[in-house]
């Protein structure tokens, strides 16, 4: 039976961007069609249909974010005002554009839908094994390959990350 070969695509690209794409190949150990094409799928993945209100969600509130550090010339994960300022106008933005919101009537979250931050978490700090969330694919988190880009990318952006593996390091020594 004749092995049928996928389409191959020509794409021009300025110097610059070839130059990001082999940046990004190199750090994640693929080649420059593996890393394009990955970042194809996860392209599309961001612009599929079903998914369009997630990522207007996304994309106005990275807008806040860009627009509050701005304003304070601060990063939020470096500084309480703007941390503060974006978490307060992160509500503000589901409340204006999601279900009417009224303080009488709040129905109870269900607790597994209230633990998934705390599963997002876990994940990214590396956590999983110890809290016993499921593993990236089994059903909880099915987009192994942005977990993975985040995890890698945790540690030099965190400090609460970095705070909180000291904590637990701390803890870890003082039970022994």
């Known amino acids: 039976m004749a092995r049928t070969l996928p389409d191959v695509i020509p794409i021009r690209l300025d110097k610059d961007l070839q130059a990001k794409l082999k940046r990004q190949a190199d750090k994640n150990g693929r080649t420059r069609s593996d890393e394009m094409r990955q970042g194809l799928k996860h392209w599309v ?12 969600l996304a994309a106005l509130i990275t807008l806040l974010i860009t627009r509050i550090e701005r304003k304070t010339n601060k990063r939020w994960l470096d500084d309480l005002v703007t941390a503060r300022a974006i978490r307060e106008q992160i509500v503000f933005l589901i409340e204006h554009f999601g279900p009417p919101f009224n303080t009488n009537e709040q129905p109870d979250v269900p607790a597994d839908v209230a633990s998934t931050a705390s599963q997002l978490i876990a994940v990214l700090e590396g956590l999983r094994p110890i809290l016993g969330v499921p593993a990236v694919g089994e059903g ?37």
């Open 45 to 56: 993945r961001l612009h599929q249909k079903p998914q369009q209100h997630v990522h207007l």
């Open 140 to 176: 909880v988190f099915a987009d192994q390959e942005i977990l993975n880009w985040m995890i890698r990318d945790l540690d030099a952006v965190s400090a609460g990350f970095t705070r909180n593996q000291a904590w637990i390091r701390s803890r870890t020594k003082k039970g022994k």
